[in-house]
């Protein structure tokens, strides 16, 4: 590798710490304040969440349903404690560290998991609930990124060997990675749209 590509590939490498870094940030900000109103809540049945702007954008009902506790315990906890990963991830990137391969592919499992419990989530949201909860969907919007870039980077950078051939394909798909989550944001938006009319509530 050249200085040249060196130098580009350690600047991509801070842009991913400090892109990481900042989603996981967000994303426990987000899980803290969930379950600060959740134990608000729970001290005072009638307290009204921060979270509640009308009745189909609030985070009330999401908190009170099962869906809310599917482990027995409120799902926010799950947040506060995963959303520590990235940050650190981020940081240890920052300050130089390397990560093993066997790393990033737990590293992916746990995103995995978290992906596919926030589309979990989206849907019993969504159809069943019938809310948007703001402080959730916040946390939606962190995981879909490290989500697909999660996915798709550790091959594209070489943390994760490929052989020739899967190298440049997990190159050319890194290139669309953005895309891919836009177009992710906007199937959300879309079906909470034709779902909720979620639209009508911000422009009365």
Not at 91 to 104: E, M, T, V, Y
Not at 119 to 148: E, K, R
Not at 166 to 182: C, E, L, N, T
């Amino acid at each position: 590798m050249t200085l040249e590509g060196s130098s580009l590939s350690a600047l991509r490498s801070r842009g991913y710490a400090i892109l990481s870094l900042v989603l996981g940030a967000i994303g426990w900000f987000a899980s803290f304040e969930l379950i600060t109103e959740y134990v608000k809540k729970l001290k005072d049945p009638g307290y009204i969440p921060n979270c509640s702007v009308s009745v189909i954008v609030t985070c009330g009902p999401n908190m009170d349903s099962p869906q809310g506790s599917l482990f027995g315990f409120s799902n926010t906890i799950l947040g506060v404690a995963a959303f520590v990963v990235p940050i650190l991830i981020g940081a240890g990137i920052l300050a130089g560290a390397r990560f093993s391969p066997w790393f990033w592919r737990i590293y992916q499992l746990g995103l995995l998991g978290g992906f596919v419990f926030v589309c979990w989530l989206q849907v019993q949201s969504i159809f069943y609930l019938g809310t948007l909860c703001p402080w959730c969907m916040v946390v939606w919007a962190v995981m879909i990124p490290l989500w697909w870039i999660g996915l798709v980077r550790p091959y594209a950078v070489g943390d994760i060997p490929l052989g020739g051939a899967g190298r440049r394909f997990a190159r050319a798909a890194y290139g669309w990675v953005w895309v891919v989550i836009v177009v992710n944001y906007l199937i959300i938006a879309t079906v909470a749209q034709l779902q909720l009319n979620w639209f009508a509530e911000f422009s009365r």
